[in-house]
């Protein structure tokens, strides 16, 4: 595919969405959240394509959303009916909420490799991803309440699922930084490399090593994690009855075994 805001390759089954804006410090513009959704439904539905890192090109992961996006809005939304000017705008953000969301909908994992700053928009774009690192120069906030705003597209609805209430409740209300040992510490992210050059070896070997296992098991467990979290304990257990009724006796299943007794490495079809 063609992007503009992106930068998206494929190699060895593991798919680098690069955030491709360096010069505007990969600010969110209006096309980047569009190509994004595009980026996760091509992951989705190519096969080759097994696990998904998504990073930032230059010094910045992403200043967040692109501030003349915001600026924009009052044209977008014109309409000398208060009602309908008003439902313009909800749908407006109901729409990034969906690029977003398309991340977490995506069966195949999604990784994010962060490098610098992760800001606002950053934030809610990471916290979709099943597993976030980062470098040890990286720092995160949530930086909506210093320009009078409410995060609105995904931070206060899954932040607090990774860090805790209380925690998320500071980040949000302040604003402060939180830099990339410390966001290892309250789970934020999984682990904090000590360079960048170590953050993209290191992700790019967890997500190769993802790879390599069989892709049916891997999009059940991401399927059955994200269902679990936002339901009973029962409720999950009886979803992966139902998934496995239908998906455990794959030809994955068999190769693994036949690997195993052979002492090799299994290979899996797309």
Not at 15 to 26: C, E, G, H, S, V
Not at 214 to 241: F, Q, W
């Amino acid at each position: 595919m063609n992007f503009t805001t992106l930068d998206v390759t494929l190699d060895a089954g593991v798919a680098t969405i690069a955030l491709n804006r360096p010069d505007k410090a990969n600010a969110m513009s209006e096309p980047m959240w569009y190509e994004m959704e595009q980026a996760m439904e091509w992951l989705d539905t190519t096969p080759e394509a097994r696990v998904g890192v998504i990073t930032g090109r230059g010094k910045f992961f992403t200043a967040g959303i692109d501030l003349t996006l915001l600026m924009g809005l009052g044209a977008k939304i014109e309409d000398d009916c208060d009602g309908r000017r008003h439902e313009k705008l909800r749908r407006l953000i109901l729409k990034l909420q969906d690029t977003l969301s398309s991340i977490e909908r995506c069966r195949k994992p999604v990784l994010a490799a962060v490098n610098g700053a992760c800001i606002g928009g950053g934030i809610d774009l990471v916290t979709a991803c099943d597993m976030r690192y980062c470098s040890s120069n990286a720092y995160f906030t949530v930086k909506e309440i210093d320009v009078g705003m409410t995060a609105d597209v995904g931070t206060l609805q899954r932040l607090p699922r990774l860090i805790g209430e209380g925690m998320a409740r500071e980040l949000a209300y302040t604003g402060r930084r939180v830099d990339g040992i410390e966001a290892q510490k309250m789970h934020l992210v999984n682990r904090c490399f000590e360079s960048p050059d170590a953050l993209a070896a290191g992700v790019m070997e967890i997500a190769r090593t993802i790879a390599a296992k069989s892709p049916l098991s891997i999009r059940g467990c991401k399927e059955m994690i994200t269902y679990t979290r936002d339901h009973s304990v029962a409720d999950g257990l009886n979803y992966i009855a139902t998934w496995n009724a239908a998906m455990l006796l794959s030809k994955d299943l068999f190769e693994a075994g036949a690997a195993n007794m052979q002492k090799r490495e299994p290979i899996f079809k797309d």
